[in-house]
């Protein structure tokens, strides 16, 4: 008996896709635009003007009741156990090895915690949460029926404020706020994976084309532009902002990807709290960094990276660099490879290329209000 593969999920805004032209692609179980006029063209929109990201494939977990809050704080290395009503926190979710099954953001909804996970992990993750959870907290799947924009560039803020006034204005960077109940439900926060200013807005599914159509009118003046999941990978590499599945995985932990800042040591026990703390107390022996290559060649994942001849590392991610203006990677290097400043060579397809390893963000000019906090994908 023939098996019949799964056709891919659309999301509430696939319509829009389809009558812009889109160039659709299978990604993480859902069929999402790749790209509308280019990713050169759409990268240089969001860097210098505002674009508008489908990103309703994202995974949306509630956890409610009594022990919410404290459970996501075990869940996690960050603190969201005490995060004020509003607030909005990066952090990875570990296994008691210390490696990462996943990294997201945790909205404090109330006294509830709103956790926005990527889209490959949705499944394992609430498998995860749910076999954790004490009796006296729900794990609520909210995925199917949530949609999400990102409202993403330096003019974001006009284009948003349009609808939600000077709510919008006044937030800062991983603040949010909601509005609404049931289907009416709205939640706004500034926060993005791109490296500039911007906005994600989420709506229950009926929502989604009334969302869209409002958020393209209100960017009209502005000169908004849909963007594809091309753009978004280009954007956030140069920011050195980590994709699962390539720079992070269960294999790697916070410490060795640039992550430990949200590594909170001084809150109680969380999962994989102790192999953390004996990789700290021994040192990492790898780094996760930039790299900035001299000839135009790109760097794919799973490319040797040398120094002197000998093996330092691999490459995790690879592009163009299109807004630094040559192309750039990220990579686990060892030894004096594993510093700002060092020359290495990648073997792209069996070719030398030189390269010089760079501190994590790459691109430094963007208009993001913070180097650090990103969004998951």
């Not at 807005?201 to 084309?209: D, Q, T």
């Not at 040192?283 to 060649?297: K, T, Y």
């Amino acid at each position: 008996m023939l098996e019949t593969a799964t056709a891919p999920k659309r999301t509430p805004f696939h319509p829009r896709h389809v009558a812009l032209g889109a160039k659709m692609v299978p990604f993480a179980g859902h069929e999402m635009p790749i790209q509308y006029e280019g990713i050169l063209t759409e990268h240089r929109t969001v860097r210098s003007g505002v674009g508008v990201f489908d990103v309703s494939h994202m995974g949306e977990i509630r956890l409610q009741g009594p022990g919410a809050a404290a459970y996501a704080n075990r869940l996690v290395t960050n603190e969201v156990g005490t995060l004020p009503d509003g607030k909005v926190v990066y952090t990875p979710m570990c296994l008691e090895t210390g490696g990462i099954i996943d990294d997201l953001l945790v909205y404090a909804s109330g006294p509830d915690r709103l956790l926005v996970v990527n889209a490959a992990n949705f499944e394992k993750d609430i498998a995860w949460i749910r076999r954790n959870a004490p009796a006296d907290v729900s794990v609520v799947d909210e995925n199917a029926r949530t949609a999400q924009l990102a409202v993403q560039g330096p003019r974001a803020e006009e284009v948003v404020a349009r609808l939600y006034g000077d709510r919008a204005r006044a937030l800062g960077f991983y603040e949010a706020f909601e509005e609404g109940t049931g289907d009416d439900w709205t939640l706004v926060s500034r926060t993005g994976y791109t490296g500039e200013d911007g906005f994600e807005i989420y709506v229950r599914a009926p929502r989604a084309l009334e969302l869209w159509d409002r958020v393209f009118e209100a960017g009209k003046s502005e000169g908004i532009r849909p963007i594809g999941l091309g753009a978004r990978d280009t954007l956030r590499l140069e920011m050195g902002y980590c994709l699962y599945g390539n720079d992070i995985d269960e294999t790697t932990n916070p410490l060795e990807a640039g992550l430990a800042w949200t590594v909170r040591w001084e809150k109680q026990e969380f999962i994989g709290h102790e192999a953390l703390r004996r990789v700290k107390e021994s040192g990492v022996s790898r780094r996760l960094l930039g790299l900035i290559l001299e000839a135009d060649r790109i760097a794919r994942a799973g490319y040797e990276v040398r120094s002197e001849e000998k093996p330092v590392g691999l490459v995790t991610s690879g592009s163009i660099g299109i807004s630094v203006g040559r192309p750039v990677a990220m990579a686990y290097l060892t030894g004096e490879a594993a510093k700002a400043g060092a020359r290495v060579e990648v073997m792209t397809r069996g070719v030398s290329t030189a390269a010089t390893v760079a501190s994590r963000p790459i691109y430094r000019k963007g208009s993001v209000k913070s180097p650090k906090p990103r969004r998951p994908e």
